[in-house]
Nanobody, 117 residues
Framework: QMRLVESGGGLVQAGGSLRLSCAAS????????MGWYRQAPGKQRELVAT???????TYADSVKGRFTISRDNAQNTVYLQMNSLKPEDTAVYYC???????????WGQGTLVTVSS
């Protein structure tokens, strides 16, 4: 069964940068899509960015031009480079991937990103 392990969250001042990493393991198949979602206190979980195996990339409008998603298919790892961070980017960031073996979505444990003003 696929497992996702995230790292890289933390506290940063507004205007700063952070890089999140998420490594997938436990499945003989590469995820078709890997991505990042976030959930701020009192809000619903929302898409941040996704990266498909074929190279297609999607960003939420709120992060376009500031965040960059990348993917290392050999390592089954997806990254999220976050620049020009704003206080409204504060949230728990979750990695997401599809597990072809079980036909299900898999979520990481989440990593907290806090941006101070």
């Amino acid at each position: 069964q696929m497992r996702l392990v995230e790292s890289g969250g933390g506290l940063v001042q507004a205007g700063g940068s952070l890089r999140l990493s998420c490594a997938a393991s436990g499945s003989p198949f590469k995820p078709s899509v890997m991505g990042w979602y976030r959930q701020a206190p009192g809000k619903q979980r929302e898409l941040v960015a996704t990266f498909a195996l074929g190279g297609s990339i999607t960003y939420a409008d709120s992060v376009k031009g500031r965040f960059t998603i990348s993917r290392d298919n050999a390592q089954n790892t997806v990254y999220l480079q976050m620049n020009s961070l704003k206080p409204e980017d504060t949230a728990v960031y979750y990695c997401n991937a599809d597990d072809f073996l079980t036909h299900s979505e898999v979520w990481g444990q989440g990593t907290l990103v806090t941006v101070s003003s």
